[in-house]
């Protein structure tokens, strides 16, 4: 503890004496400070004991007394120590008055006790007070680095939270909550997630102080631009040095923790993408091997193939390919919340189904791909939902946005497979792959390769190749009919529609069947095919059908 008024008073040496605050003993002393000034207020930081003789002041004038004390009490002065036996045989009056009456502690000097004996008293038990804190730091210290070693990050938040009597958190890059202690202390954390948001969005290290039913004060952790984590302390009032030293050494242990685990999962991935190539290739087994228990149980259990590219890339595809993408009006950020990825999409999105996995306790495998990103993961898990309601809340805003926001995020487009086992695995890849397109054409976050089996082919038509291919094909009949020559385009809808049922296509035309006959030979001469090929039907029907779509 620092030294106080009262350890000062039973200082055996000082044989300083009580005479007015004597129950405000128990406040800390910052300093021993000598001013005979009739003002030293402007010189005062607050928390000093100040020495004086009274050289310059009339100590024996109430209203002077008053004034004088009142402003050392308004500056924080702890004490006033007075010296007998120099200018006053014995503390006047007014100034014990004045003490009493302000509750300002006056302690009587003697005039054997130099004001240089209480400076280095003072001094001393200060010095004292730190190399405490810094051996309980040191102390705390091995505590936590043995915590951590044994248990990991419970462990060491367990042994925080009591060097500090209060509760401390681990946060992930998501802002999710991965450990608390004591366990009660996970529901408050969780409260917590909109302000280690915030924290995120400041490079790292940063730190803040929230408010509320106790004193938190959150701390990133990483060495990078991004925080990887974060940390949050809570207690009853502010940190004193002995914990600041202990919270300090966690974060250094924490960061040490996440930094260290950067090569290591760099590491993961490249065992990933081999397990992936293998299971791609058709080789469970050799997958099996090479992951060991690195991904449980998951290359056995039905699961889940995600692929995912960036808007940009999924856009510079299209173009590629001779496909348009619909265009997805810009997001307006300020109407609907969507999860931030610091202008990178897909590590954003990594970082939201590795940290819903962890949170479930979930095995997921997760792969950069160039510019897209594979993930397999467990069907119906987690990390499936994660996508699943991120790429929701992309599409919600989408919808919501009332206006064209200049600053458009480059989000991610994804694909989703049909539930599959590792025996099935490039099947997945190529459902992924067709939702992930169909997701490009329509504009969308998401497709599931379910919702094209349950679907109609009819939407996959609004591609700029088959609109061309439809107008190519019908274009001489469009023209045919221009001149006024026949309507053979609706004649061929009708028939069509009617699988070659004449009397039904006439009748729906309003004309005779030789008329529509006739007709019909007439497409077959300006097409130059014929309609006995049912190959030919069915792409005359899809042109019609694309053609018809366009119109609308």
Request: glycine share 8%; with cysteine.
């Amino acid at each position: 503890m620092p030294p106080t008024l009262a350890s000062l008073v039973h200082h055996s040496a000082l044989k300083l004496t009580v005479r007015a605050g004597e129950d405000r003993l128990d406040v800390p002393v910052r300093w021993a400070h000598v001013s005979e000034l009739a003002d030293p207020v402007p010189y005062m930081e607050g928390g000093e004991l100040l020495l004086i003789t009274a050289l310059t002041l009339d100590a024996e004038d109430p209203d002077v007394m008053r004034r004088y004390v009142k402003r050392l009490a308004g500056a924080g002065v702890v004490g006033l120590g007075f010296a007998v036996g120099v200018n006053y045989e014995e503390i006047p009056g007014a100034l014990v008055d004045a003490a009493v009456e302000e509750g300002l502690p006056l302690l009587e000097v003697p005039r054997r006790t130099p004001f240089l004996a209480i400076s280095k008293a003072v001094s001393a038990a200060i010095a004292a007070d730190q190399y405490r804190a810094v051996t309980a730091g040191f102390a705390a210290q091995r505590e936590l680095t043995r915590q951590a070693l044994s248990d990991g990050p419970q462990g060491l938040l367990a042994a925080l939270a009591g060097q500090v009597d209060g509760w401390a958190a681990l946060y992930d890059a998501s802002g999710a909550v991965v450990a608390a202690a004591p366990e009660w202390a996970g529901r408050r954390a969780a409260r917590l997630t909109p302000d280690v948001e915030r924290l995120r969005e400041r490079p790292a290290p940063a730190s803040s102080v929230v408010g509320g039913e106790d004193r938190v004060e959150l701390h990133s952790l990483g060495t990078g631009r991004r925080p990887r984590a974060a940390l949050a302390v809570g207690t009853a009032a502010a940190l004193g040095t002995a914990e600041r030293y202990a919270v300090h050494s966690a974060i250094a242990l924490l960061t040490l923790t996440t930094e260290r685990s950067r090569p290591l999962h760099a590491a993961e991935q490249r065992i990933g993408a081999a397990v992936l190539r293998m299971l791609l290739a058709g080789q469970p087994e050799h997958a099996r091997t090479v992951a060991g228990d690195l991904y449980g149980d998951l290359l056995d259990a039905p699961f889940r193939l995600v692929l995912a590219e960036s808007a940009s890339a999924s856009a510079a595809r299209a173009h590629a390919d001779g496909h348009a993408r619909v265009a997805a009006p810009k997001q307006s950020r300020s109407q609907v919340a969507v999860p931030e990825t610091n202008g990178d999409p897909l590590g954003g999105l990594a970082e939201i189904v590795e940290s819903a996995a962890a949170r479930s306790g979930e095995s997921v495998l997760v792969v950069p791909d160039g510019e897209r990103l594979v993930v397999l993961a467990v069907d119906g898990g987690a990390a499936v939902a994660a996508c699943g309601e991120y790429a929701l809340a992309l599409d919600t805003a989408r919808t919501a946005a009332s206006e064209q926001s200049a600053g458009e995020e480059d989000e991610p487009v994804i694909g989703l497979s049909a539930p599959a086992g590792p025996i099935a695995a490039a099947a997945a890849y190529k459902q992924a792959e067709q939702a992930l397109s169909v997701a490009r054409r329509r504009g969308r976050s998401l497709v599931e390769h379910e919702e094209l089996a349950a679907g109609s082919v009819l939407p996959l038509l609004a591609d700029d190749a088959v609109r061309a291919f439809a107008d190519g094909l019908l274009r001489a009949l469009y023209e045919h009919d221009a001149t006024g020559r026949g309507d053979l385009v609706a004649s061929l809808r009708a028939w069509l529609s009617r699988h070659g049922q004449w009397d039904a296509a006439a009748a729906d035309l309003g004309v005779h069947r030789h008329t529509l006959r006739y007709r019909m030979r007439r497409v077959e001469e300006i097409l130059g095919r014929s309609l006995d090929d049912p190959d030919v039907r069915m792409e005359l029907w899809l042109a019609l059908k694309t053609t018809a779509t366009v119109t609308e």
